[in-house]
């Protein structure tokens, strides 16, 4: 059985000489995960989880860059490579992808993986770690709800890193799904992604660069039709910048918000690196 030694470290720059978290164990190999947990290609809910080292954060160094974190939401489930709507008791069972480490949420995806709820591997994706509201939310004119976190970029993926996720289907009956992304870069940078641009609107904002390291935090409003991004540093105490407005299809009673790491869906490719992704003071309402 090969196994992935889990030896690297981050540094900040706020002190470089130390480290923000350290590891402890070893990260088997995605094939030896598949075979333990009796991961089968295609299967839609895998129940044998997948376990791996664990992320041990510098807390008191990151509250330096963030500043106090706040508790965990508990209502929440999970989204993994092997499987969907992990409910809260059965988090531990899916340490290779998810941790919490005081009130730090820990995602994290390897090199060479794939969501294989798809099936084989030419159908497989790159998939995703991903926590959500575990209970979609209702929407009605004028009831605004709000998704607000603090992102740390250990070590950051081509990846989106929240959703915005609308229930029902247009009149056509396709899925409505998501007004847009926000996403990172292997390179770290942060930006703001329409899903379906208007004629002659540029498809991406550039909401942060050369973050590798670093944290940015971020609020979204959304009411089923009408949504807000704001984003501003950690630490500033000033009022949030807005990125952009816009509305989209209206969402047929219900929205729900999605944040960690989704590499894509892209069939037959694979998480083209190690990630590492720190979430702190995640609120809703």
């Not at 009022?239 to 960690?260: D, E, H």
């Amino acid at each position: 059985m090969k196994t992935i030694l889990c030896s690297a470290l981050l540094t900040t720059n706020l002190l470089a000489a130390e480290p923000l978290y350290t590891c402890e164990g070893t990260d088997p190999s995605f094939a030896a995960v598949q075979q333990s947990s009796g991961s089968k290609p295609g299967e839609r809910f895998n129940k044998g989880g997948a376990l791996g080292s664990r992320i041990h954060v510098n807390h008191e160094l990151l509250e330096k860059q963030v500043g106090k974190t706040g508790p965990i939401p508990q209502d929440i489930a999970l989204h993994t490579e092997f499987s969907g709507g992990i409910n809260r008791k059965d988090f531990g069972q899916w340490t290779r992808w998810y941790q919490e480490d005081g009130n730090v949420q820990v995602f994290r995806l390897f090199k060479g993986e794939q969501n294989i709820r798809g099936g084989e591997a030419e159908k497989g994706s790159p998939g995703r770690t991903e926590a959500y509201t575990a209970h979609a939310l209702a929407v009605a004119p004028g009831t605004w709800h709000e998704y607000e976190a603090t992102y740390t970029f250990a070590q950051p993926v081509g990846a989106c890193i929240f959703q915005l996720m609308h229930d029902g289907k247009d009149k056509a009956g396709n899925p409505l799904l998501w007004p847009f992304h926000i996403e990172m870069s292997a390179a770290g940078e942060v930006h703001f992604l329409f899903r379906r641009p208007q004629s002659g609107q540029e498809r991406k904002i550039v909401m942060a660069e050369n973050m590798v390291g670093k944290s940015l935090s971020l609020k979204v409003r959304a009411n089923g039709e009408d949504y807000e991004v704001y984003q501003k540093e950690p630490l500033d105490q000033g009022p949030w910048k807005l990125v952009t407005k816009g509305s989209y299809a209206k969402a047929q009673g219900k929205i729900s918000f999605r944040w960690g790491m989704y590499c894509g869906s892209k069939k037959g490719q694979t998480v083209p690196n190690d990630a590492l992704l720190f979430v702190t003071g995640v609120k809703f309402q």
